[in-house]
């Protein structure tokens, strides 16, 4: 066991597992891209996966401020993962939805994180992921 783990509490646990686990599927990623994928950018593209939100909406939905949304949205644009639509009926509205190619890269994305997944089971068993992840779901009441 890491001696440095131990130390730690519930929710320095929990942001060291995830940082972890996302600097693995970050390196995955990496490995089998051409262009690198920030983990803000991924975020954004799973809150508009299947989805025609509109900015303000995805700004009030994930954790990061609306100026660097914004900013993100401009980069994903740019790489041709998202497109950026009027609002009908509403000037000052856009929507965003993810490009062909945007959703091929997210789906892609989710097969990386599936292998991860994969072989975290076969490291501590399949029964314990499935009660980590029933955990991670319930509702905590905060």
Same mark, same amino acid.
């Given at each position: 066991? $890491?001696?440095?783990?131990?130390?730690?509490?519930?929710?320095?646990?929990?942001?060291?597992?995830?940082?972890?686990?996302?600097?693995?599927?970050?390196?995955?990623?990496?490995? &089998?891209?051409?262009?690198?994928?920030?983990?803000?950018?991924?975020?954004?593209?799973?809150?508009?996966?299947?989805?025609?939100?509109?900015?303000?909406?995805?700004?009030?939905?994930? $954790?990061?401020?609306?100026?660097? &949304?914004?900013?993100?949205?401009?980069?994903?644009?740019?790489?041709?993962?998202?497109?950026?639509? $009027?609002?009908?009926?509403?000037?000052?509205?856009?929507?965003?939805?993810? &490009?062909?190619?945007?959703?091929?890269?997210?789906?892609?994305?989710?097969?990386?994180?599936?292998?991860?997944?994969?072989?975290?089971?076969?490291?501590?068993?399949?029964?314990?992921?499935? /009660?980590? +992840?029933?955990? /991670? +779901?319930?509702?905590?009441?905060?």
């Amino acid at each position: 066991m $890491d001696p440095v783990l131990q130390q730690l509490d519930l929710i320095d646990l929990i942001s060291e597992r995830h940082g972890q686990l996302r600097g693995i599927a970050e390196k995955l990623w990496n490995e &089998t891209s051409d262009f690198a994928i920030s983990n803000s950018e991924w975020y954004i593209m799973s809150r508009i996966y299947k989805k025609q939100p509109t900015i303000a909406y995805v700004s009030k939905n994930v $954790d990061i401020t609306r100026q660097a &949304t914004h900013k993100f949205i401009k980069n994903m644009k740019a790489k041709g993962l998202v497109n950026v639509m $009027d609002v009908e009926h509403n000037r000052k509205e856009k929507s965003i939805e993810l &490009t062909p190619f945007g959703e091929e890269c997210y789906e892609k994305n989710e097969s990386l994180k599936a292998k991860i997944e994969k072989q975290l089971a076969e490291k501590i068993g399949e029964d314990q992921i499935e /009660l980590l +992840k029933n955990v /991670l +779901k319930m509702d905590w009441g905060l």
